[in-house]
């Protein structure tokens, strides 16, 4: 079976080398977690094996894109001139790689007209994100996840989507792209000793005997994301708030007397 690398070697490790060609792998988790910088690792890979390169986004401009690439050395412009790379710019933007609204047809249109412009050959998506095209309309959510994967997989895509939410609102986003996806790459975020720490774990991934850990993981100014071997996780990581576990304390040794 033929897989592509993410761009992150330490991430590849952890699922037998790559993401199977053609899948459709959703990229989930909580803000400032790493989707958007491991999105820009699978394209920049892309760029660098000359595959067909697309980068929807609908959260920050094309420019924001280009220059979070270049803080790790990678050249998004000279991609883009080349011609291995179209960002559509689903924020701002007039020129001919926009969308119009945030329709999911709109995208689909969008995303096979850039294609055809790229060329044959190997191609690789990046939707960022694709739960903004169902904002308004969350019961959507799983038909439009649906009805993409099966436009994409006959297009010879092998795409990341991501999805965000708040762990509150994880009903009303999460689910439409987690279930149609080959593949889920969570991250995390948990803060110890009053330092931010990220995480990633393999949620799911098709046809892969993949880590079933924790890992935590470093954006390195330069160079970009790093995960490390497994995370081992403290007990106060995972622990109730105190006042609950004097709460179950208290009703355990009310029902031993
Ligand atoms: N040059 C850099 N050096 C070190 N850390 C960086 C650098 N650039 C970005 N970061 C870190 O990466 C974070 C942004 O990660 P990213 O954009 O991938 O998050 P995200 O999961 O896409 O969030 P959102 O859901 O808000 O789009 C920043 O908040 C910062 O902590
Ligand atoms: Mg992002």
């Not at 291995?84 to 609204?101: F, P, Q, V």
């Not at 694709?130 to 006959?154: E, G, H, I």
């Not at 995480?199 to 470093?218: A, C, D, F, G, P």
Request: charge should be positive; glycine fraction near 8%.
């Amino acid at each position: 079976m033929e897989r592509l690398s993410t761009g992150v070697p330490s991430l590849d490790k952890l699922i037998e080398g790559g993401i199977p060609r053609g899948f459709m792998v959703a990229v989930v988790g909580e803000p400032g977690t790493g989707k958007t910088i491991l999105c820009i690792h699978f394209i920049n890979m892309g760029v660098l094996n000359e595959d067909k390169n697309i980068y929807v986004t609908t959260e920050e401009t094309r420019e924001s894109i280009i220059n979070q690439a270049l803080q790790f050395g990678m050249d998004f412009r000279k991609a883009i001139e080349e011609g291995s790379l179209i960002i559509i710019d689903a924020l701002m933007g007039d020129d001919r790689w926009t969308l119009k609204y945030l329709d999911i047809d709109e995208l689909i249109n969008k995303v096979l007209e850039a294609k055809k412009e790229l060329g044959y050959g190997k191609a690789r998506l990046v939707i960022d994100s694709l739960s903004a095209f169902w904002l308004n309309k969350p019961a959507m959510a799983r038909q439009y996840s649906y009805t993409l994967k099966k436009v994409l997989s006959k297009w010879d895509f092998t795409t990341l989507a991501v999805s965000q939410y708040a762990i509150t609102t994880m009903e009303a986003f999460g689910f439409g792209v987690e279930h149609v996806a080959d593949g889920i790459i969570r991250f995390r975020k948990s803060t110890r000793g009053n330092v931010l720490k990220r995480y990633v774990v393999i949620e799911k991934m098709r046809q892969t005997n993949h880590s079933l850990y924790l890992h935590e993981i470093h954006i390195v100014p330069g160079r970009g994301m790093i995960v490390t071997s497994p995370a081992v996780l403290r007990r106060e990581d995972i622990a109730l708030p105190e006042r609950v576990m004097k709460k179950i304390r208290e009703r355990r040794e009310g029902e031993e007397l």
